[in-house]
């Protein structure tokens, strides 16, 4: 067993990260997805050897928590005798529902393993830090959209070709286009950037690099011969083989109009925390749920969401174990703390859900609880001065309308704010004066207001009450802007 990571780097199974209720670990399925008998078994060793509380990351990865040195030994054992192969390195991800989704434009799976191969074979993984990423997006039903990335690939179809449009630092909605290519030059092009990202450092991401950098990216495939990867071995130096001068000397026709300004600081947030390790620091946006029924070309997908992206293991046990009796056949971790039941008919779905449902899992995109994230809190948690989960419960069964899809509650157990690293437009964050409340902010920002913390629920609800008032056609987040800080930490502070 490797040393325990330090916060923000990848708490692997063979590096879990300590956190303030035991050893935490993260896995990814190199397969995509993993078996019902899979899952179980992950579940009963969570029970074994941690607290028995399973997550479901804000970017679809599975953690389990609680564990010890000894016992992390003992479930990484028992993860290889279940036959699982957990990802490492470099993550290049693709959507859930990659290669089995009838209304994808392509199948981004054969890209990305090309591109891990690549990343590997010119040997980047080491030389990059652990919140460097790469998502590779077919499209179809759940996209990648709300995913930020330090490069992006998304399939587009051009006449009866497919083509893959490049991009880097930020969501499907920010980041920055490049080009518009075929498979093998986007590979070129996304290794490319990573080698860029390399040699700034390992604090570095693809927002650091300068706008002839990103013109050289975007003219990269109009000059350099197809499936040429560039050289970074030690001879040929880091630099000197390839940087944005020499591109463009060799290609005159590119200049830094091709890409711009540069990009922006915040597209991929440096903060880290219990939840926002290597694959997940980039999750600013909380990307919406996959929650419902999903069509496949012979049988249904079932997506059901763990409340805050955490469950006790026993449930999630207990419904796996029902949805291999009704024949499910894969269950694949989905971005928006989700899981997808796969191989379903309509009636398995029905049943599955509906037990889900009792048990307390989110069962509707409309469930208030997809807009609140939480951290473990006390007691679960030495860190937490709060009970995040009892005051998000409470939240989302008293003020359920205060949430729309502009507006996002974080609930933090303390300053480090594991749950949601980036801003929110409300943050509930505990420390020794009680409950703060941030508005538009992080919880590392200092409160605007405070009030006990068994009672934050309460100053919560009279938020709610103003933001019901809110002019016709106005968002929750637009209300609250207009209304100012100042008059909605006063809300949330009277009544004392």
Known sequence: ??????????????????????????????????????????GESALRHGNGIMEVTARGSLQIRGLTAESARLLAAEVDALGIAVRS???????????????????????????????????????????????????????????TADVRLKATRTGTDILWSVS?????????????VDPDAARDIAVAALRMVAEKGREAHTRDLSARQLASLAGWHSFAPPSVLPDISPTRGEISSFTADSLLVANPRVSTSASGETVGD????????????????????????????????TSHALGIGLPYGSMPAQPLVDLTKQAAN????????????????????PSACASLQATATTVGFVTSAADPRTRIAACPGTPACASGRIATRDIAETIAKQSPDLFDASLTLHISGCAKGCAHPGAAALTVVGDENGAG??????????????????DAA?????????????????????CLARLGAANVAELYRRNQ
């Not at 309460?458 to 637009?478: D, L, N, S």
């Open 1 to 42: 067993m490797n040393a325990f990571s330090r916060r923000g780097a990848c708490p692997a199974l063979s590096a879990p990260m300590q956190t303030g209720d035991g050893l935490l670990v993260r896995l990814n399925p190199v397969a995509g997805g993993l078996s019902p008998k899979q899952l179980i078994g992950l």
């Open 89 to 147: 390195g470099v993550p290049v991800e693709t959507g859930p529902l990659a290669g089995i989704d009838p209304q994808e434009i392509a199948d981004p799976r054969p890209l990305a393993g090309r591109i891990r191969t690549a990343i590997e074979e010119v040997g980047l993984t080491a030389r990059l830090g652990p919140k460097v990423s790469v998502v590779v997006d077919g499209g179809g039903q759940l996209t990648m959209d709300s995913v």
């Open 168 to 180: 880097v630092s930020g969501n499907g909605r920010s980041a920055k286009p490049l080009s518009t």
């Open 266 to 297: 915040g597209s991929i947030s440096p903060l880290v925390g219990e939840m926002s390790g290597r694959t997940e620091g980039g999750a600013v946006e909380r990307p919406h749920p996959p929650i419902g029924l999903f069509n496949l070309d």
């Open 326 to 345: 009704l024949c499910a056949t894969e269950i694949r971790l989905a971005p928006g703390r989700a899981l997808l039941f796969l191989g379903l008919s």
């Open 437 to 454: 409340l941030v508005v538009d902010g992080t919880a590392k920002a200092l409160p605007a207001g405070y009030r006990p913390g068994y």
């Open 458 to 478: 309460r100053g919560v609800a009279a938020i709610a009450a103003a933001v019901r008032e809110r002019h016709p056609g106005e968002t929750a987040a637009a």
